[in-house]
Antibody, heavy 119, light 110 residues
Framework: QVQLVESGGGLVKPGGSLSLSCVGS????????MTWVRQAPGKGLEWLSY????????YYADSVRGRFTISRDNAKNTLRLQMDRLRVDDTAVYFC????????????WGQGTLVTVSS | QSALTQPASVSGSPGQSITISCIGT?????????VSWYQQHPGKAPKFIIS???SRPSGVSHRFSGSKSGITASLTISGLQAEDEADYYC??????????FGTGTKVTVL
């Protein structure tokens, strides 16, 4: 069955960096777009970024453009999110999710990893 | 990109039907039939329940149905059950090739 497992969350100081990873199994990663979505404590879902199947094109929400970088390694079934210049309001659970081609419809989610930005 | 607008909360008694609205604009909900809906129980990851406005993935109850008119999409839950108590989010593809989620709706089963 499809599984997505995130890792790399933790506590980081404002201005710091953190790298999240997501390993997919039960499907061929290169057949899908991949996305990151976050959810701040007690808040709603916020789409952050997605990367096309071959990894050649990326899209970002305004809130993270220029600070976060999405990448993928299809040979290793891995998606990454490099987060730089972190702010307190980046504190959230970060979900990795699989998305269908072209429509970017998210059909499977990981369990999420918590990122806390605090001094 | 502003979030799509959903009511903060909707409630109903067991067996009743409820409808959750999702109001967008002409560059997202109104532009494409790529509206999806997700159910999220507390502390859990979201679950995909509707795609392409009204398509139900395999394994999702027939009690969930979706529709769209203009810039407003809707999710209807028929025959409300205790297990339906959760948060619900809509999402839409946009004209700038991005995604946008709704503000979320808490469904309470009375």
């Amino acid at each position: 069955q499809v599984q997505l497992v995130e890792s790399g969350g933790g506590l980081v100081k404002p201005g710091g960096s953190l790298s999240l990873s997501c390993v997919g199994s039960g499907f061929i990663l290169s057949d899908y777009y991949m996305t990151w979505v976050r959810q701040a404590p007690g808040k709603g879902l916020e789409w952050l970024s997605y990367i096309t199947d071959g990894g050649y094109t990326t899209y970002y929400a305004d809130s993270v453009r220029g600070r976060f970088t999405i990448s993928r390694d299809n040979a290793k079934n891995t998606l990454r999110l490099q987060m730089d210049r972190l702010r307190v309001d980046d504190t959230a659970v970060y979900f990795c999710a699989r998305a269908r081609l072209y429509t970017v419809t998210i059909d499977y989610w990981g369990q999420g990893t918590l990122v806390t930005v605090s001094s | 990109q502003s979030a799509l607008t959903q009511p903060a909360s909707v409630s109903g008694s067991p067996g009743q039907s409820i409808t959750i609205s999702c109001i967008g604009t002409s560059i997202d909900v109104g532009a494409y039939n790529y509206v999806s809906w997700y159910q999220q129980h507390p502390g859990k990851a979201p679950k995909f329940i509707i795609s392409d406005v009204s398509s139900r993935p395999s394994g999702v109850s027939h009690r969930f149905s979706g529709s769209k008119s203009g810039i407003t999409a809707s999710l209807t839950i028929s025959g409300l059950q205790a297990e339906d108590e959760a948060d619900y989010y809509c999402s839409s593809y946009t004209a700038t090739s991005t995604l946008v989620f709704g503000t979320g709706t808490k469904v309470t089963v009375l």
